[in-house]
């Protein structure tokens, strides 16, 4: 099975970026469609933004939208997610997911429920 490794959360002003990093090891990223999710206190965890294994199609959750990026490079194993423009409403632990194997090359999965592997998560912390 695939494990997950988050990095670059931590702490920016308003307006600032930040980068994700998701390192995939155990098995090749190129199997799976992945995902990034994100949980503030008291909230539920919710979906920011996914693409599919092909790479070819990208979903965003509406808050983040032309603000946030999801692309991936299969040689380095890796999924990224790059945060322009955040907002203190962005402040939440950052989890990357991958939905194992999927036959569905070009589908973005936007459902908790469908992803079978989750990384260990990262804070990102956005103060006005």
């Known amino acids: 099975q695939v494990q997950l490794a988050e990095s670059g959360g931590g702490s920016v002003q308003a307006g600032e970026s930040l980068r994700l990093s998701c390192e995939a090891s155990?098995?090749?990223?190129?199997?799976?469609?992945m995902g990034w999710f994100r949980q503030a206190p008291g909230a539920d965890r919710e979906f920011v933004g996914g693409i599919s294994r092909g790479g070819g199609n990208t979903d965003y959750a509406v808050p983040v939208q032309g603000r946030f990026t999801v692309w991936r490079k299969n040689d380095k194993n890796t999924v990224y997610l790059q945060m322009n423009s955040l907002t203190p409403e962005d402040t939440a632990v950052y989890y990357c997911?991958?939905?194992?194997?999927?036959?569905?090359?070009?589908?973005?999965?936007?459902?908790?429920?469908?992803?079978?592997?989750w990384g260990q998560g990262t804070q990102v912390t956005v103060s006005s």
């Open positions: 997911a991958a939905k194992s194997e999927s036959s569905l090359w070009a589908y973005v999965f936007k459902m908790e429920s469908d992803y079978n592997y």
């Open positions: 155990g098995r090749a990223l190129s199997l799976y469609a």
